[in-house]
């Protein structure tokens, strides 16, 4: 809701500078606040009921819902010289940044929203319930112009526990962002499309923070994703891949086998679901180093997009990305 409603409204109103825009994010914004009204950490309820204007709080939230409204409360403030917004948004970071954990700049994708203690037993990752969350640490220095250091510590912090104990290198050279499990006794040889918004993220931090040797491991993390939609026959990525240890089939989550390819990988999910995010890495990599072969890319997975997802009214999930029957494998889904 906040990044898409919210965010939406305010993208609107900076393209169109219409009044009757703001006061609908400022509507918007006054009633995603209730979700704070009663937090005694300063972390949302998971879920609002917007007529009883009361949020209905679990015992924990995921980091991407509480480190995901930053952005567009603190931008509302500045739009409508009501600081209210920031402040529930800034008590937010707070709350996720002073929670005890057990690494430096690395967050366990659960916290407990009345303790401040992060679960330990849910996983390390950039991937679902995570993903903006470390997106927001970079984008809020910018936002802030440079002048508020902690989001940018935060984020160099993050990046290095990143490469450290997520990025990993496949039998095939290929890097990819795993993650860890059940307190961290299990890494998981696998990348969700989700977690492709991070090479983009690093390159953007490597151009804003000068930090060259983040572009490196963007260049080499976005080629993983960008394979993960060319070995396929439709040409669209896998909502789930994995790097199994051994050559031997792999089964994934509807129970079909699949050899790895030359590459190493195989599908663990494959469902396209019109995720963004490797396109959006692709966009940010070719701002960033002018190479085209990232055009190149991205217009090859807009042509898969097209050809294989577009109906007659708009573009469905598709299914299975090894099977060319668009008509079989549509799905009504968002």
Not at 9 to 15: S, V
Not at 263 to 271: I, N, Q, S, T, W
Request: with cysteine; hydrophobic share 35%; glycine share 6%.
């Amino acid at each position: 809701m906040t990044i898409r409603a919210l965010g939406g409204l305010l993208g609107a109103y900076e393209l169109d500078d219409d009044p009757m825009i703001l006061e609908k994010a400022r509507q918007v914004g006054d009633t995603l606040s209730y979700a704070y009204a009663d937090s005694v950490s300063g972390l949302p309820a998971s879920w609002l009921d917007v007529n009883q204007k009361k949020g209905d709080f679990t015992p924990s939230v995921c980091i991407a819902e509480a480190g995901t409204v930053q952005l567009e409360f603190k931008k509302l403030s500045q739009y409508t010289g009501d600081p209210k917004y920031a402040k529930i948004a800034e008590r937010a970071s707070d709350a996720l940044e002073n929670g005890m954990r057990r690494h430096q700049g690395l967050y366990p994708s659960f916290i407990y929203t009345t303790t401040n203690k992060y679960d330990n037993t849910s996983s390390l990752s950039v991937g679902a319930m995570a993903d903006s969350f470390y997106e927001y640490q970079l984008k809020q220095y910018i936002l802030h112009g440079g002048k508020e250091n902690k989001y940018k510590e935060q984020y160099v912090a993050a990046t290095e526990a990143v490469k450290q104990k997520l990025v990993a290198k496949s039998k095939s050279g290929l890097l990819f962002l795993g993650s860890w499990g059940f307190n961290e006794t299990i890494f998981y040889n696998e990348m969700e499309h989700l977690a492709c918004f991070y090479p983009g993220l690093l390159a953007l931090g490597a151009q804003v923070l000068d930090r060259p040797q983040d572009l490196v491991v963007a260049e080499e993390l976005a080629r993983t994703c960008y394979l993960s939609y060319k070995v396929t026959p439709t040409g669209l990525g896998s909502e789930i891949f994995t790097f199994p240890e051994s050559a031997q089939l792999a089964e994934d989550t509807t129970g079909v086998h699949y050899a790895p390819n030359k590459y190493g990988m195989v599908p663990k999910d494959p469902r396209y679901i019109l995720r963004p995010e490797t396109v959006e890495s692709l966009f940010v990599l070719y701002r960033v180093t002018e190479n085209p072969k990232y055009q190149q890319w991205g217009w090859d997975i807009f042509n898969a997009i097209e050809k294989y997802t577009k109906t007659d009214i708009a573009y469905a999930a598709y299914v299975n990305v090894y099977d060319t029957t668009p008509e079989n494998n549509w799905e009504d889904s968002m």
